[in-house]
């Protein structure tokens, strides 16, 4: 698909699928578009796990092979994939198309500045009871899509997992209903290799 035919099937409630990883995702990517990092090897059960059923799907990755790729690996699984953005997002913006970035904050921001985010945990539930920053707010990732809406809108929202995947999938589908959102990288990892504290529950 050429960007216009992208735009058109977003104006007909598509969703854009960015299969990038998350740096090159917050870097750059089509306004309103979600991300989950390709893997070929569980792309169609995290997508069943993120994704709504039912609503149209524009895969976009680079190389455009890539992409190809998992457009049978959804279609497979029963999603309605409709096409692909061809030639990815240099073509997107060659077309003089805008494109919008994801937000990011490192974990020592975070901890000297906690009070100012309303910080997501969007690890699994037996991850968030093993340690979590003080204070967050535990949505798995799997249910974010239908209850983000619950979240308070007061402040920005810091979206941390464990690896930047799920976070940046939550943060992405956060940003596209215009939300402030901004990806935590490194995730619980690095804030417990930096010693900074994490209650149980």
Request: aromatic content about 4%.
């Amino acid at each position: 698909m050429i960007p216009d035919q992208v735009k058109e099937a977003v104006a007909g409630g598509a969703i854009v699928l960015d299969l990038r990883p998350p740096s090159a995702f917050a870097a750059a990517h089509v306004p309103g578009a979600v991300t989950m990092q390709f893997n070929r090897a569980d792309l169609a059960d995290r997508a069943e796990l993120i994704l709504p059923h039912g609503q149209a799907i524009v895969v976009h990755d680079e190389p455009d092979a890539e992409a190809l790729t998992a457009v049978g690996l959804l279609q497979a699984a029963g999603f309605h994939v409709v096409g692909l953005l061809d030639g990815g997002l240099a073509a997107w913006e060659a077309a003089g198309e805008p494109v919008a970035s994801l937000p990011l904050l490192s974990v020592t921001e975070l901890h000297d500045r906690a009070a100012d985010y309303l910080v997501l945990d969007v690890r699994e539930r037996f991850e968030f009871r093993n340690g979590h920053v003080d204070g967050s707010v535990h949505l798995p990732t799997e249910e974010a899509w239908e209850r983000s809406q619950e979240l308070e809108a007061d402040r920005p929202i810091a979206v941390i997992c464990d690896d930047q995947i799920r976070s940046a999938a939550v943060a992405s589908m956060l940003q596209r209903e215009g939300r402030d959102a901004r990806l935590v990288t490194g995730g619980i990892v690095d804030w417990l290799e930096r010693g900074y504290p994490v209650v149980t529950a």
